[in-house]
């Protein structure tokens, strides 16, 4: 089991939770899950004990958001592809994928950690500059691991009947 799926299965992720994270809002909303962490766990400073409010409401907000919303009318933008190469990334032990798709996200995925590390450290040591910088890194990989899993999706989707299906547009139906 790769860490991805371990991760997916951690969070619980079935198939109608995976529809409604595909949702652009819950796409979009969830970049604010590293702030809402940084923030409750730097508010020890200024609420002591009480920061185990904010933190756990930054971990709530984190498994609920991919549940939050509706399944999207249509999965045919960014958002939502993104979301189902994803897919199809955690699916890559089951239905390999082309060559050309394994090594960026697994850097991307590498830098991501670099900068989570950062960010663990800036709020640790309560400076502002190694927090920033690893906030940065890691929205930057992220979004940049988003736009890969649309290409992953886009030369995927064709591979299995269920991948296909993914794709949709109710309003053009």
Excluded at 57 to 65: G, Q, Y
Excluded at 121 to 127: A, D, P, T, Y
Excluded at 136 to 143: A, E, F, I
Aim: with cysteine.
């Amino acid at each position: 089991m790769t860490i991805e799926q371990k991760i997916a299965s951690f969070f619980q992720m079935d198939d109608e939770t995976w529809a409604r994270h595909a949702n652009p809002l819950s796409v979009w909303t969830r970049t604010t899950t590293l702030l809402l962490l940084i923030f409750a766990f730097w508010s020890r400073v200024w609420l002591g004990m009480w920061s185990l409010v904010p933190i756990a409401i930054a971990i709530i907000w984190t498994w609920i958001n991919p549940r939050l919303f509706k399944k999207p009318k249509s999965t045919d933008n960014w958002a939502s592809m993104g979301v189902l190469g994803e897919r199809v990334w955690l699916n890559r032990t089951e239905i390999p994928i082309p060559k050309h798709h394994r090594l960026v996200p697994n850097i991307l995925s590498s830098l991501s950690g670099i900068g989570a590390l950062c960010v663990i450290w800036g709020v640790f040591s309560l400076e502002i500059w190694p927090t920033l910088f690893g906030a940065v890194v890691v929205y930057l990989s992220k979004l940049w691991f988003l736009d890969r899993m649309v290409w992953l999706y886009q030369d995927m989707k064709d591979a299995t009947p269920e991948y296909n299906s993914w794709l949709y547009d109710t309003d053009r139906e």
